[in-house]
C-alpha cells in the first residue's frame, strides 16, 4: 500500500563517531517512524546512521527521546545519543537549560552541559540483578561476574551488567586483535539474553584508562557505545582493574566515566557534534 510522499528534514549527528539522524517531531508533523527506520538508517539507499532518534514532548520529562537501530528495533536507551539529542535540542531553539530531563524508555536520563560540544550525563545507577539485565547468567540471583559462557567453539568468561540496556563484558587481551565481528552476533542473539545484548570486549590498560570495541545490538559494530563504556567501566570498577575514574578509549573518540560507589549513579562525559543537515523524499508507491 502507497502513501503520500513527503520531505522529511534531519539532522545528523554524531558522538564520538557513534552517529544518528535526528528527527524533531515537535517542529515537524513526522510520519509513522518505525517503517522508516531502517531506511533511514541505510548506509547505501538512505542517510546513514547507526541510530535513529526522534525528538517528541513529555509528559514526565521536558522532552522525550524514541531510538530505532539501524535494523528498525526500537531500543530503551543510547548514551552517545543523549548527549548528541541535548545537544540538539540547545542548538535549535527548544531549550536554552543547562541541564534538563530527557524521558527515554530507561527511564528519565539527565544531561548537563558541560562545554563547548560537551555534555555530561548522569545515568543512573547501573543493574546487577541477571533478571532485569536481562539474562539467565549468574543462575539468577547476585551479580553476574566472569560466569562462564560457550559461545561459537570458544569457552569465555562474560560480566553482565544493563546501563538502561542490556550489556555483555568480555576481557581480551588486545581489543584490534578481537574477534568482534565473529563473536558479536553470536553472543548478542544467544539464548542466556532474551532480549538480545550489547557486547563490548575491552582492556584495562592502566588504573585510569580502558581500550573497548563494540558489538550494538541490533546496528553491528559502532564506534563508540556510551553506555557500553559505562558499562565495561563499571564492571572493571567491581574487578579491582580501574579506577572511580576512568577514560574509555573507543574507535571514535574517548569518553569519561566516573562511578563514585555502589549508591551512586554513573556519569558519563563526552563530546556531541552536529554534522549536516538535509531533507529526503519518503513515502510514494
Same mark, same amino acid.
Given at each position: 500500500?502507497?502513501?503520500?510522499?513527503?520531505?522529511?528534514?534531519?539532522? +545528523?549527528?554524531?558522538?564520538?563517531?557513534?552517529?544518528?539522524?535526528?528527527?524533531?517531531? $515537535?517542529?515537524?508533523?513526522?510520519?509513522? $517512524?518505525?517503517? /522508516?527506520?531502517?531506511?533511514?538508517?541505510?548506509?547505501?539507499?538512505?542517510?546513514?546512521?547507526?541510530?535513529?532518534?526522534?525528538?517528541?514532548?513529555?509528559?514526565?520529562?521536558?522532552? *522525550?527521546?524514541?531510538?530505532?537501530?539501524?535494523?528498525?528495533?526500537?531500543?530503551?536507551?543510547?548514551?552517545?545519543?543523549?548527549?548528541?539529542?541535548?545537544?540538539?535540542?540547545?542548538?535549535?531553539?527548544?531549550?536554552?537549560?543547562?541541564? $534538563?530531563?530527557?524521558?527515554? /524508555?530507561?527511564?528519565?536520563? *539527565?544531561?548537563?552541559?558541560?562545554?563547548?560540544?560537551?555534555?555530561?550525563?548522569?545515568?543512573?545507577?547501573?543493574?546487577?540483578?541477571?533478571? +532485569?539485565?536481562?539474562?539467565?547468567?549468574?543462575?539468577?540471583?547476585?551479580?553476574?561476574?566472569?560466569?562462564?559462557?560457550?559461545?561459537?567453539?570458544?569457552?569465555?568468561?562474560?560480566?553482565?551488567?544493563?546501563?538502561?540496556?542490556?550489556?555483555?563484558?568480555?576481557?581480551?587481551?588486545?581489543?584490534?586483535?578481537?574477534?568482534?565481528?565473529?563473536?558479536?552476533?553470536?553472543?548478542?542473539?544467544?539464548?542466556?539474553?532474551?532480549?538480545?545484548?550489547?557486547?563490548?570486549?575491552?582492556?584495562?590498560?592502566?588504573?585510569?584508562?580502558?581500550?573497548?570495541?563494540?558489538?550494538?545490538?541490533?546496528?553491528?559494530?559502532?564506534?563508540?557505545?556510551?553506555?557500553?563504556?559505562?558499562?565495561?567501566?563499571?564492571?572493571?570498577?567491581?574487578?579491582?582493574?580501574?579506577? *572511580?575514574?576512568?577514560?574509555?578509549?573507543?574507535?571514535?573518540?574517548? /569518553?569519561? $566515566?566516573?562511578?563514585?560507589?555502589?549508591?551512586?549513579?554513573?556519569?558519563?562525559?563526552?563530546?556531541?557534534?552536529?554534522?549536516?543537515?538535509?531533507?529526503?523524499?519518503?513515502?510514494?508507491?
Amino acid at each position: 500500500m502507497s502513501t503520500e510522499p513527503c520531505l522529511l528534514e534531519f539532522t +545528523k549527528m554524531h558522538g564520538a563517531g557513534n552517529d544518528f539522524v535526528v528527527l524533531d517531531g $515537535i517542529r515537524d508533523a513526522l510520519p509513522p $517512524i518505525a517503517p /522508516l527506520a531502517a531506511r533511514l538508517c541505510d548506509r547505501h539507499f538512505g542517510i546513514g546512521a547507526d541510530q535513529l532518534l526522534v525528538v517528541r514532548s513529555s509528559t514526565t520529562a521536558d522532552f *522525550r527521546m524514541e531510538i530505532y537501530n539501524a535494523d528498525g528495533s526500537q531500543v530503551e536507551m543510547c548514551a552517545n545519543g543523549i548527549r548528541t539529542f541535548f545537544k540538539y535540542l540547545r542548538d535549535h531553539g527548544h531549550t536554552t537549560q543547562d541541564e $534538563i530531563g530527557i524521558e527515554t /524508555l530507561a527511564g528519565v536520563v *539527565r544531561p548537563r552541559w558541560a562545554g563547548p560540544g560537551r555534555v555530561r550525563v548522569q545515568m543512573g545507577r547501573p543493574i546487577f540483578e541477571p533478571a +532485569k539485565i536481562p539474562t539467565t547468567l549468574g543462575g539468577g540471583s547476585g551479580q553476574v561476574l566472569g560466569v562462564a559462557l560457550d559461545v561459537g567453539g570458544e569457552h569465555l568468561r562474560v560480566s553482565s551488567v544493563s546501563m538502561g540496556n542490556p550489556h555483555a563484558v568480555i576481557f581480551v587481551a588486545d581489543p584490534d586483535r578481537a574477534p568482534v565481528e565473529r563473536l558479536g552476533p553470536l553472543i548478542e542473539n544467544h539464548p542466556a539474553f532474551p532480549n538480545r545484548v550489547n557486547v563490548e570486549f575491552a582492556t584495562p590498560v592502566s588504573r585510569r584508562r580502558i581500550r573497548q570495541r563494540t558489538w550494538e545490538r541490533g546496528t553491528g559494530e559502532t564506534l563508540a557505545c556510551g553506555s557500553g563504556a559505562c558499562a565495561v567501566a563499571v564492571v572493571s570498577m567491581l574487578e579491582g582493574r580501574v579506577d *572511580r575514574e576512568v577514560t574509555v578509549e573507543l574507535r571514535g573518540g574517548e /569518553l569519561e $566515566i566516573a562511578w563514585p560507589g555502589p549508591e551512586s549513579p554513573v556519569f558519563m562525559t563526552g563530546p556531541a557534534s552536529e554534522v549536516f543537515t538535509g531533507r529526503i523524499r519518503v513515502g510514494g508507491s
